[in-house]
């Protein structure tokens, strides 16, 4: 069972290049998220989807797009990376359920943007 | 809005003395409250949920909806136990946000 999966684990992008990052989830989950980590600032969330076909802004949405391309896949783009946009990216899924919620989280993307 | 607030970004203590790891939220309705944890290279994992009422690894956190909290306590340490440790909320919109992380270090 692969869980969530993303790719790649690693990437180094010059300023004003653009990539997307991949992430798909076997678990039939509804919602999905993108979150950037960095030291002493937590994890905060990009964007988030709760289902198909629908995606919503989260904390720090600016300088990335996203795509929920099915009920599997939710792709982070970024348009013309910057050196701000270092970090360790997740993915994660779930589905929200009341006393049954559990977020399962990828293994992270770690991007440095030179 | 959801918020979620973590104090501390260290917390250090020594084997077998009791760990609290703070947490405040900020949310107008019936929030989902969790812990999760991250060991060194591994993924972050769902550690336990308030409405589960449960203890793992020995752990347990309470919902305090007067003080609007959610610490995180276990009473004896372990240095297994050393990792980075994210409350997170989930309110009616199902968005899922965390804190700002403490990392805590257990010394032998």
């Known amino acids: 069972n692969a869980g969530v999966t993303q790719t790649p684990k690693f990437q180094v992008l010059k300023t004003g290049q653009s990539m997307t990052l991949q992430c798909a989830q076997d678990?039939?989950?509804?919602?999905m998220y993108w979150y950037r980590q960095d030291p002493g600032m937590g994890l905060r969330l990009i964007y988030y989807?709760?289902?198909?076909?629908?995606?919503d802004k989260g904390e720090v949405p600016n300088g990335y797009n996203v795509s929920r391309l099915n009920k599997r896949e939710f792709s982070l783009r970024l348009e013309s990376a910057a050196p701000s946009q270092t970090s360790v990216y997740f993915c994660?899924?779930?589905?929200?359920?009341?006393?049954?919620?559990?977020?399962?989280f990828g293994q992270g993307t770690r991007l440095t943007v030179v | 809005a959801q918020r979620v607030t973590q104090p501390e970004k260290l917390l250090s203590v020594f084997k077998g003395a009791p760990v609290e790891l703070k947490c405040n939220y900020s949310?107008?309705?019936?929030?989902?409250l969790f812990w999760y944890v991250q060991y060194s290279r591994q993924r972050l994992q769902l550690l336990l949920r308030?409405?589960s009422r449960e203890s793992i690894k020995g752990f347990t956190a309470d919902l305090n909806k007067g003080e609007t909290s959610f610490h995180l306590k276990k009473p004896f340490a372990q240095e297994e136990d050393s990792a980075m440790y994210y409350c997170?909320?989930?309110?009616?919109?199902?968005?899922?946000?965390f804190g700002k992380g403490t990392k805590l270090t257990v010394n032998p």
């Open positions: 994660a899924s779930s589905t929200p359920s009341r006393g049954n919620t559990e977020a399962f």
């Open positions: 678990m039939n989950h509804n919602s």
């Open positions: 989807s709760a289902s198909e076909g629908t995606t």
């Open positions: 949310y107008s309705g019936s929030p989902e």
């Open positions: 308030h409405i």
């Open positions: 997170a909320l989930q309110g009616g919109s199902e968005k899922l946000v």
